[in-house]
């Protein structure tokens, strides 16, 4: 069994609703969306976190990267290295009001929403 090709875009996210949405609006059937979490810029090997990151967005093939709710150090530094050897379109998402002016709609879906829910029960 064949496990399926990668979308053309990666989502590195440390938002975890941000990721659902653009996961949500990127997803073609037949795709795999990858999802990974931003490099930890506070830790002393950093600049390993970028790397592991961009070493995985490189095995995917893929040619767009989202960066989903992540500080502006990681953002600053993903993007040099995923630019340094080819252009990388690298996007950052900072609200969901960000997504909406970043993917042009196709196909009439929505982003998806969340909502509170309260359930009573009755006694």
Not at 15 to 30: C, F, N, T, V, Y
Not at 77 to 88: F, M, N
Request: glycine fraction near 4%; hydrophobic fraction near 40%.
């Amino acid at each position: 069994m064949n496990s399926p090709p990668f979308a053309a875009s990666f989502i590195f996210a440390d938002d975890a609703r941000l990721a659902a949405q653009l996961s949500s609006l990127l997803a073609m059937p037949g795709h795999y969306v990858a999802v990974c979490d931003g490099p930890r810029m506070q830790r002393p090997d950093r600049k390993l976190e970028v790397q592991r990151r961009h070493n995985a967005m490189g095995r995917t093939r893929t040619k767009t990267a989202f960066m989903a709710g992540l500080p502006e150090s990681a953002v600053q530094a993903l993007s040099q290295s995923l630019t340094a050897r080819r252009q990388v379109p690298c996007i950052r998402i900072s609200s969901s009001d960000d997504i909406a002016s970043a993917i042009p709609r196709t196909g009439g879906r929505d982003i998806l929403t969340w909502v509170a829910t309260v359930l009573v029960s009755a006694c």
